[in-house]
């Protein structure tokens, strides 16, 4: 996954979709980068899934 962020070479403030998130980890990796992720999957159970519903309201600084 490190690769992967080496790769895209993405800055601070910039926008990223994560195709296909799954639960999110990639999109975890970059937004810890401060680029502000967008995430999408086609499995709605996927999006529910605590950890991410987690993640997403820690990053925009909602109490969990």
């Avoid at 605590?50 to 109490?63: C, K, L, M, T």
């Amino acid at each position: 996954m490190r690769l992967i962020v080496q790769r895209v070479a993405a800055h601070a403030d910039e926008y990223g979709l994560d195709a296909g998130t799954g639960t999110g980890n990639l999109e975890g990796v970059f937004a810890e980068k401060g680029i502000r992720m967008a995430g999408v999957d086609q499995s709605n159970e996927m999006l529910k899934c605590p950890a991410v519903v987690n993640f997403r309201r820690w990053r925009q600084g909602w109490e969990i």
